[in-house]
C-alpha cells in the first residue's frame, strides 16, 4: 500500500480504510509542516501574543487534510493534494 499514490489511498479511506487514511496522512504531512511554517512565519506569529504556534497550525492542517478525504471525486481529474490544498492552508488561517 506504500507505492499507492494519495488519490488511490483516498478512494480505500473513502471506503473505511483506516491504514491508508492514515498513510495518506503521513504522506503529505511534509506539506503539512511547509505550509504551516511558512504562515507561522509570514504572519509572525511568535511576536504576537495569541499563543498560536507552529504545532497548532499543523494539527489544523492535519484535521482539514482528514476532512477533504469525505468531499474528494477523484473522477473530477485533480490531484488530492491541489485538491485539499486550499482549505488546508484556511483552515491554518487566523
Known sequence: MQSMS??????????????ARDLLLENNL??????????YQSMTLAETELAIDRDDLEQEG??????????????????????AAPSIRNAMMI
Do not use: P, V, W
Open 6 to 19: 494519495n488519490e488511490q489511498l483516498c478512494l480505500r479511506a473513502q471506503k473505511g480504510d483506516d491504514a
Open 62 to 83: 492535519c484535521i482539514d487534510l482528514l476532512n477533504a478525504i469525505e468531499s474528494f471525486d477523484a473522477n473530477g481529474g485533480s490531484k488530492f493534494l491541489t485538491y
Open 30 to 39: 511534509g506539506f503539512i509542516r511547509k505550509t504551516a511554517n511558512e504562515l
